[in-house]
């Protein structure tokens, strides 16, 4: 089990109510899961955002399969609008 944090940007930021926050969890699935309980507007943003972990690109990565390191930052980044 890895610690680290959870960076929020946009929408998502406004539905976690706070920019960052610490975490554990092993692979970002378990993160989804853990940051989204009990926060329904959160995981209606989560559900439609990119992830960065560590300034990587998950891209279509299964999440359970994208494992966290130590330390490791993850960017919740929701689609955005304009152009």
Known sequence: MATGKVRYWAAAKEAAGVAEE???AATLG???TNITR???ELARVVS???FLVDG???GKRPH???VLS???TVEVLPPFAGG
């Open 56 to 58: 990587s690109p998950v």
């Open 64 to 66: 359970d399969a994208v």
């Open 48 to 50: 439609r955002s990119s």
């Open 70 to 72: 130590e330390g490791a």
């Open 22 to 24: 610490p975490f554990e």
């Open 38 to 40: 009990d926060r329904a």
């Open 30 to 32: 378990e993160l989804m």
